[in-house]
């Protein structure tokens, strides 16, 4: 397949105006600014397009809550906080490739009638937010950006807003918290952000690479679009896979591509030929794979109905030298430090989870730990504030689910039974 | 006090927003500049410049881990260690930054060139083991690139 998104990432002069337009660049965008914005709505209805954030919720929809409700200035968010583990699936379009980016937010903001977006990105990517103010700079003088677009009176103002190091700040009304100048801790809903968002006004919210199909299908057209990928989930998805395989990376494959095919056609098999333990299919928080459960189409539909979720597509492969009771122990470690503290279950369980792992892998586990992780886990699904809280719990449920016994040999020896 | 420069900038940035307490992140990152790190006269000067209670300034940074409460050494090293780096041996290079340097998590190596942070997940995981030094990405780490690495921060 032809990569869409990832478009001349190789060319080192990528993130310049003048190269992205030799290549079309922005020309969607030209002819955006001749539709009505109720019709750049229906293309992206037709097209299918399902955010890349994580969740896979209908775009058209989502806009169209946002359209309908009456307030003015409504506003447009690009979350490029990045924050899930495994996941580096943005950062190749905010370095290389922003001007798809801008392209796709200008489009967007038309047909929200949005006067103004902000780019949340995540402070551990101090790189890309040069690279991004360039671009927007660049675009205001070209015209791309700004008060009269393109000379059609359509507005769009468009600015870089820096995180500070907060994971929870990707949940969509953690992220409207710290853009006011808050800390980071979500909302309750609803009120929706469609209706009451970033300074109480008409919000939404969408990833990095689902706002960079913007130019592919105003360029396309909807229907050509929406042959690309799955039924369900159209179009173009960028995975990106670390771990043992021999060629990790960014790979641009349409959606529903098969996890096995990622791991052994695309990257290249198992590092050095090693046996295949276990697959984490879509950043730390989706659960966690065996290597005879991997034959699974990667979209939004089909992952659920194997057990897994597509989340980012984050695929963290580990060969049978990884201890599952320490991975599990580092999630944990990672959901209790990020835990923002606002609900009880997950501020306390997080916590707890990460204690009784922690002893396990220190070979002081006890009798009835595994028990012990799988009532605590209970107690957090379905009562935390926000995802965060659910997807800690079912971590643990999933790596014992597939690995107990080397929990209990854990216990057992008193020590890895892996590493020695 | 911002010294006038940062005032300038200060103000660019407060135009981006309908609110000026939006400003607040930005104004943080700005004043842990100019001061280092966030010490008291820091979080009076934005306090300050944004009309903001001090104790709120004190309450939003607190939340966020790349705000520093204490002073940090001349180069700030970032090292993930989050799955994917993990599996790929971060962590032995944890206790080379220690046994090597003297530079542990969460501190500052005694001739104040180096602090180390570990990380959560730093969106380099198909070239991991990876790091920051202060605004530079280095990925594919090994102990001996490491010490190359950190020869170049004086
Ligand atoms: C704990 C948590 C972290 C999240 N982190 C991110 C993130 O880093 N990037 C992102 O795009 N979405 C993230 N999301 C999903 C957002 O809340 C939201 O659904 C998404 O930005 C919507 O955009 P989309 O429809 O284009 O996917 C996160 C959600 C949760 C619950
Ligand atoms: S589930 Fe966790 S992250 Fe979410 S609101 Fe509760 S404490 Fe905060
Ligand atoms: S896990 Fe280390 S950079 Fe992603």
């Known amino acids: 397949m032809e990569s869409l998104l990832l478009k001349n990432i190789d060319n080192p002069a990528s993130a310049e105006i003048g190269e992205y337009r030799k290549t079309g660049g922005y020309q969607s965008l030209a002819k955006a600014v001749e539709m009505e914005p109720k019709q750049i709505v229906d293309e992206v209805k037709k097209a299918g ?22 307030k003015f200035p409504k506003y447009l968010l690009c979350n490029a906080d990045e924050g899930e583990p495994g996941t580096f699936k943005d950062r190749p379009i905010l370095e290389k490739n922003p001007h798809l980016l801008i392209e796709g937010m200008a489009i967007s903001g038309h047909a929200l009638k949005a006067e103004y977006g902000y780019i949340y990105l995540r402070g551990e990517y101090p790189a890309a937010k040069h690279i991004l103010e ?36 990707g949940e969509e009304t953690a992220l409207i918290e710290s853009l006011e100048g808050d800390k980071g801790q ?28 913007l130019p592919c299908i105003i360029g396309m057209g909807g229907e050509a679009y929406s042959k690309i990928g799955t039924p369900d989930c159209p179009g173009p998805k960028i995975f990106c896979i670390s771990g043992h395989v021999e060629k990790p990376g960014v790979y641009e494959l349409p959606m529903g591509t098969k996890l096995r095919d990622i791991i052994y056609t695309h990257c290249g098999g198992i590092k050095g030929g090693k046996k295949l333990k276990a697959v984490i299919p879509g950043g730390i928080s989706t659960p966690v794979l065996p290597p005879d459960k991997i034959d699974c189409p990667m979209d939004f539909v089909n992952m659920p109905k194997h057990g897994s979720m597509l989340g980012s597509g984050a695929v963290i492969v580990m060969d049978d030298s990884v201890c599952m009771v320490r991975v599990c122990h580092r999630a944990l470690r990672f959901f209790e430090h990020e835990s923002c503290g606002k609900c009880t279950p997950c501020r306390e369980g997080t916590g707890w989870l990460r204690a009784i792992l922690g002893r396990i892998e220190e070979g002081e586990g006890m009798e009835g730990d595994i028990d012990m992780l799988l009532a605590v ?21 999933n790596f014992i689910r597939y690995f107990r016994p080397e929990f209990e040999e854990h216990i057992k020896a008193r020590k890895c039974t892996v590493n020695g | 006090m911002f010294t006038s420069a940062s005032i300038k900038e200060l103000e660019k940035i407060r135009a981006k927003y309908p609110t000026s307490r939006a400003a607040l992140l930005p104004a943080i990152y700005i004043a842990q500049r100019e001061f280092g790190w966030l010490s008291p006269e820091a979080y009076e000067a934005v306090a300050d410049i944004l009309e903001v209670p001090k104790a709120t300034v004190r309450g939003v940074a607190t939340f966020y881990a790349m705000y520093k409460q204490r002073p940090i050494g001349r180069h700030l090293i970032q090292l993930c260690t989050n799955v994917s780096c993990m599996i790929l041996g971060a962590e032995k290079l944890v206790d080379f930054l220690k046994n090597s340097y003297g530079i542990v998590p969460g501190g500052v190596s005694s001739d104040g060139r180096y602090s180390l942070v570990i990380m959560e997940c730093i969106g380099a995981c198909g070239t991991a083991p990876a790091m920051l030094v202060n605004d530079d990405f280095y990925e594919d780490l090994t102990e001996k690139y490491i010490a190359e690495i950190l020869d170049k921060y004086k």
Not at chain 1, 49 to 70: E, H, I, Q, Y
Not at chain 1, 377 to 397: I, Y
Request: aromatic share 8%; net charge positive; proline share 7%.
């Open chain 1, 49 to 70: 397009l399902r955010g890349r954030g994580g969740a896979g919720f209908p775009v058209a929809m989502k806009w169209t809550f946002a359209s309908a409700d009456p």
């Open chain 1, 377 to 397: 886990a209970a107690n957090m699904l379905g009562k935390t504030f926000c995802p965060l809280g659910d997807g800690a719990a079912s971590v643990v449920q």
């Open chain 1, 186 to 213: 979500p909302r309750i809903k609803p009120p929706f952000p469609v209706n009451v968002g970033v300074f109480s006004r008409p919000t939404v919210v969408n990833n990095v690479e689902t706002l960079s199909n």
């Open chain 1, 134 to 169: 360039k671009a927007i700079q660049q675009a205001y003088e070209e015209n791309m950006l700004g008060s009269n677009i393109l000379g059609k009176g359509i507005k769009f103002h468009l600015a870089v807003h820096q995180g500070a190091g907060a994971y929870i700040c």
